[in-house]
């Protein structure tokens, strides 16, 4: 284990030729002061009691032994700054006192070592939690028709009789229902064919023709039995059924407002409204059913106050609350459309209405 070395320096107050020697660098051999005998002087706290400094006694002058004192007295402080300066840091250090003058080893106090600050362990912020989506509500189906399933069936399904009293029956070979042909549809009335004949010369397009008669329906019940007439192509297909509560034409109007109840060639159903303008909306859009028939159809709609009941063959199929603005009473006619790369036509075998029960 390493040692201090501690060296103290004695500065010898006794030694007489010291002075002498520093004198002697004149010129001259130094010389030793004979002793001189007297009374003692003391120096309080840099000398010792017991004798006086050589030389200094009670034969010399007052400015020599003052002379002698301060020289002596110099020489007692360096000895008493050599002695206490080693035992001071000794105290300091914990150690003791060296005994005696020279060299003294000191056993050196172990430095404690400085345990280190532990560096904190950085913690994890907690995991963010992931938002919960909120559930959104599907909005509430605006439409107000109801499908009804095919096997329920209609009050009074059976076929209108011919001539309803308080009703209406088409009369198909009329003047009001004649033969005419315009550049997009022709009519004409063959009894051979399933009765009066409807077809569009024009692709993508629809046509309604209304009862001459013009009656005015509100609750009732409106039936017709058609048929298409025209081959459908191998991507083809194209509609046909009944226009009802047909209103009168007001001013500014290119087209009347009315409902359309058709079936498709391709066994769908669609239930329209149209508004004045040459577009329709659909009310219910186009729904296959297993009640529409390859060949002919009967087509029913029941109108009781603001509730329109549509049937196929009997069996209803859906129902639609009218929210439409304006309407009232109106009237019944036929109507035949045609896609993009089908033409279109039917045959209608008759067409009544009659009060509603």
Known sequence: MPHIVVVTMTVDA?????????????????TRPPPVSGTALAVPGLSRPDRAPPGIAAGRSDMGQVRMATRYGR?????????????????????????????????????????????????????????TATPTRPPAPTATATRIPPTATLPGTPPLAANPAGGYEADFTSTGWQSQRTG??????????????????????GQSLYAPENPQLRDFAVEAVAKPIVPVGPQGHYSYGLAFLVQPRQQGQVARVRYQFTVFTDGRYELEFCNGTTTCRALIVPTASPAIQTGANRLTVA??????????????????SIAEPNIGPGTVGVYVSSSANQAGGAAFGYLRAKPAP
Do not use: W
């Open 303 to 320: 109108v009781r106050g603001a509730t329109i009941t549509m049937a196929i063959n009997g069996q209803a199929v859906a129902t639609h």
């Open 14 to 30: 006794d030694d007489p030729d010291r002075g002498a020697r520093r004198r002697g660098r004149g010129g001259g051999p130094p």
């Open 75 to 131: 020489r007692a402080i360096l000895l008493g700054l050599a002695r206490a300066v080693p035992v001071a840091l000794l105290g300091a250090c914990g150690q003791p006192a060296p005994q005696g003058p020279g060299v003294v080893l000191v056993e050196p106090t172990a430095t404690p070592t400085r345990t280190p600050t532990p560096t904190p362990t950085a913690v994890p912020p907690p995991p963010t939690p992931s938002p």
């Open 184 to 205: 997009s549809f022709k009519t004409s009335y063959d009894p051979a064919q399933g009765g009066y004949l409807f077809t569009l010369e024009q692709i993508d397009s």
